[in-house]
């Protein structure tokens, strides 16, 4: 509110329920800048923000309580509700809203809102304003300017409150015994879902659930980079990739570790995995106040394509290489994001045409990967390798802490983890 300044508004909706098929619906997820705000997890609802109101700054409009529909559907916290435990100064019923919002924007200069988010509501909030607009020659006054809430709240979301650090290392605790779980529990022809599984499991019993679609891809498929169909075999002698991250209290982890599905790595599975880890450590290294966005990136490809010079994978001069883009056929996406309420978390990684300086309380992912297709020009021992290894890591006043440090990245300690249930 002290952003927005005085005679503003900001207007925004909650997430709606979406349906999966006829009377299904998917799992509730609250829009990010919604829970942000307000910690309110109900769909139907209107966050208000009117800075200096004198009858109450933070409105929520939200469903009233309603003891059939509850038997039925759950309970609600109702507008009451909204006042006593979530710290709004006034709580309305949703229903009232066409009643007592026209008036409240009428009598603001600026209305802060996220176009083309949710053009149900676009279309609502427009026809309000235009409400307004038609009763102007009775002396009705409408805002001037609309202005991009997102601008402000997601600057606000890059830098991490203790509290969001706080949820943040409790997802990574959590996706940490997760991937363990998963790791020790790896053996040949088990299917890519039964690992899933693993992962599952150790969501639900700590009562959370996967940040996305988790991906548990062995052998070709660890080189398919969002394979989320998890429904082959894993075969002895691949690898397996497995990108799962779990979300507490709206908060993600996003995860990745590639072991031998077998408990041993081949020779070439080694090598390879030895260049990526080596990418990793380098990015994490760059990870520190007033390195640009891009130092990790730059510090894993030069890791990278030195790496594939000395296996062989590439020939040519390593600075030619890089400045070629030649890692690329091997190592195509960026080595990491934003990691926050969303999986790839909002905030710009460019500020007037520069790369972001970053600053503590930011938190991002290091994950580089090689992904080494079947190509005839390619050494058969080669095809088919997947490698990803991902961490969560937050920067901080002197450095940075590794939220997932807890799970080795070293390939003999994933041995000895996976070599749990086979026993070698
Ligand atoms: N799990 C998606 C990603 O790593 O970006
Ligand atoms: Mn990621
Ligand atoms: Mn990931």
Redesign the pocket.
């Known amino acids: 509110m002290q952003m927005m300044g005085k005679d503003s508004i900001a207007i925004l909706p909650a997430a709606p329920v979406r349906k999966r098929n006829r009377d299904v619906e998917y799992a509730y997820r609250q829009d990010s800048d919604f829970h942000y705000l307000t910690g309110f997890n109900e769909p139907e609802s209107v966050a208000v923000l009117v800075p200096g109101r004198a009858d109450g700054e933070f409105l929520l409009f939200c469903r009233d309580s309603d003891p059939a529909r509850e038997q039925w559907d759950g309970r609600r916290a109702s507008p009451d509700g909204a006042v006593a435990d979530f710290g709004a100064d006034e709580g309305y019923e949703i229903g009232a809203i066409d009643d007592l919002l026209p008036d409240i924007i009428s009598q603001c200069d600026s209305v802060y809102y996220t176009m083309g988010a949710q053009p149900d509501f676009d279309a609502r909030l427009l026809g309000w304003i235009n409400e307004l607009r038609a009763q102007s020659s009775g002396g009705q006054h409408t805002p001037d300017e609309f202005i991009a809430l997102d601008h402000l709240l997601h600057d606000l979301r890059l830098y991490k409150s203790r509290a969001e650090i706080s949820a943040m290392k409790k997802a990574a605790r959590i996706t940490v015994a997760a991937h363990r779980r998963a790791i020790s529990a790896c053996r040949p022809g088990m299917h890519e879902y039964e690992l899933e599984a693993e992962y599952l499991h150790e969501f639900r019993r700590n009562g959370v659930e996967s ?2 679609q988790p ?1 548990v891809g062995g052998g070709a498929n660890g080189c398919i ?2 394979y989320v169909t998890n429904d082959q075999p894993l075969e002895d002698g691949d690898l397996v990739l497995a ?3 779990a979300e507490y209290d709206c908060y993600a982890a ?1 995860v ?1 570790r590639t072991w031998p599905v077998n408990g041993r790595f081949t020779e070439a599975q080694r090598a390879l995995y030895t260049i990526v880890l080596a990418a990793h450590d380098a990015a994490i290294r760059q990870v520190r106040p007033g390195s640009h966005w891009n130092d990790p990136h730059d510090a894993a490809v030069r890791e990278i394509t030195k790496g594939l010079v000395r296996v062989g994978l590439l020939k040519g001069d390593v600075k030619k290489l890089i400045a070629d883009g030649k890692y690329r056929r091997f190592f195509m ?1 960026r080595t ?2 934003w990691l926050g309420m969303d ?2 978390d909002v905030g710009d990684y460019k500020v007037a045409d520069h790369w972001r300086l970053l600053e503590p309380g930011m938190v991002m ?1 290091i ?1 580089p990967g090689l992904y080494i297709p079947a190509a005839r020009n390619i050494p058969r021992k080669w095809h088919n390798i997947g490698i ?1 290894i ?1 961490d969560d890591v937050l920067v901080t006043k002197t450095g940075c802490d590794v939220l997932t440090r807890a799970l080795p990245v070293d390939p003999d300690a994933l041995e000895a983890l996976a070599g749990a249930a086979t026993g070698t």
């Open positions: 940040a996305y991906i980079l969002h990108d799962v991250g996003d990745t996406h990491g994001h999986v790839h992912t994950e990803r991902e």
